[in-house]
Structure formats: C-alpha cells, structure tokens
C-alpha cells in the first residue's frame, strides 16, 4: 500500500476514498482511530489515504484532479453584496 494522499481530517480523507472507489481504485483510510489521541499524538500526518502500489499512478491523478483545498476565484460580475467574511 502506498499514501495518495494526506488528509487534514477524516472527512477529507473519506471524500477521497470514495472519489477513488468511484474509478474502480481500492482506498484504505490510514489513521482514523488516532484522531482520538489529539492531545496525546502529534497533530499533523494522522490521517491518509492509501492504494496498492500498482493503482498509485491512476489514484495520483485522479486525486490531483480533486483540486483539493484550492479555492475558486471569483469572477468579476459577482455580487457579494451583503455577504459577511466567515
């Protein structure tokens, strides 16, 4: 088994898994059960999506593909008007 991908929770990593399983590619989430040790556990680096070796290229792609964590830039014709920053 290979990491595709690490996670910054289990929902991210579950969201991942099953974009995977979608295209056919078995996923495994790595590290679940240590999100209850936060306190006791490092922070970062508990949670990971893994694959077997030979679906890592494909898996690789389809993850990148995700655009995981990036945010879409607004177009200059909307109207955010009223609207309050989080």
Do not use: C, S
């Amino acid at each position: 088994m290979r990491t595709v991908y690490d996670a910054a929770n289990v929902i991210d990593a579950h969201l991942v898994r099953q974009a995977l399983e979608a295209e056919g590619i078995p996923a495994f989430v790595r590290g679940e059960a240590l999100t209850g040790g936060i306190g006791e556990l490092g922070v970062f680096g508990l949670v990971a999506v893994m694959v077997p070796e030979a679906a890592w290229p494909q898996a690789r792609d389809i993850v990148a593909a995700l655009a995981l964590g990036e945010a879409e830039p607004l177009a200059e014709d909307d109207d955010l008007t009223g609207t309050q920053p989080a």
